[in-house]
């Protein structure tokens, strides 16, 4: 079964500051890997996603994530953050040969800017 | 085109009530996926639904609830007999259905926020 754990349930940085949110993935085959946002009172917003090729996939927003399958990673960066970044951010899976290709999700991280 | 609406935003209702929401995908979209949001959680997958047709449903999803897509446009959540712990964030997205999920993007509805009393 698929899974995917997001270490840190709130990370803060200081508006500037890179911003780094880890997500780890367990699956039999390479997954397909998204991360998608959240703002307060709105639905989910893809922000990336791998599916296949070059493992640093490039986002919305100056986002930008590298799967790494050696570590069963696909950490989330952007090298300055901005005080509209604060949202809740969501790792999430796909079954590659799913038909239903349903997304689980990871339990989020809430990203907070300090002025 | 203005993206995957649900209807109502918010619900309150007290225990043993149903309730129904209701998910207007994006108008050219042919799969509509059902998920439930609790607090502090990330969404977990409830159904989805090929044009009209059910094709999966999770565990989660338990006799009280009932999903449909008539026509395969619209789609109905029902809830019976809600409890407590129904309380959560019912998100709606909607694809395109292609084959390769690559080009199977989910679009996600602001979701109907319920409350069980």
């Known amino acids: 079964a698929q899974s995917v754990t997001q270490l840190g349930s709130h990370v803060s940085v200081s508006e500037g500051a890179l911003v780094l949110l880890r997500c780890n993935y367990s699956?039999?085959?390479?997954?397909?890997l998204f991360w998608y946002v959240q703002y307060p009172n709105q639905g989910l917003q893809l922000l990336l996603k791998?599916?296949?090729?070059?493992?640093l996939v490039k986002g919305i927003n100056g986002f930008e994530a590298e799967f790494k399958k050696s570590e069963t990673s696909f950490h989330l960066t952007k090298p300055s953050a901005h005080m509209s970044d604060a949202a809740e951010y969501f790792c999430?899976?796909?079954?590659?040969?799913?038909?239903?290709?349903?997304?689980?999700f990871g339990s989020g991280t809430r990203l907070s800017i300090r002025p | 085109d203005t993206g995957v609406s649900q209807d109502p935003r918010h619900k309150i209702t007290k225990r043993g009530q149903n309730v129904t929401f209701r998910c207007d995908p994006i108008?050219?979209?042919?799969?509509l996926y059902w998920y439930r949001q609790t607090l502090g959680q990330g969404p977990e997958f409830l159904t989805y639904?090929?044009?009209?047709?059910?094709?999966?449903k999770s565990r989660l999803l338990s006799d009280r609830f009932s999903a449909e897509r008539p026509k395969g446009s619209f789609s109905t959540l029902e809830i019976q007999r809600t409890e407590q712990g129904d309380s959560a964030m019912y998100l709606c997205?909607?694809?395109?259905?292609?084959?390769?999920?690559?080009?199977?993007?989910?679009?996600f509805g602001a979701g109907t926020r319920l409350s069980v009393l």
């Open positions: 997205a909607s694809s395109l259905g292609l084959d390769t999920i690559a080009k199977n993007i989910q679009y």
């Open positions: 699956s039999s085959v390479p997954p397909y």
């Open positions: 791998y599916t296949t090729g070059a493992t």
């Open positions: 999430a899976v796909s079954e590659r040969y799913s038909s239903a290709s349903k997304i689980i």
């Open positions: 108008s050219e979209h042919n799969r």
């Open positions: 639904f090929q044009n009209e047709a059910q094709l999966e």
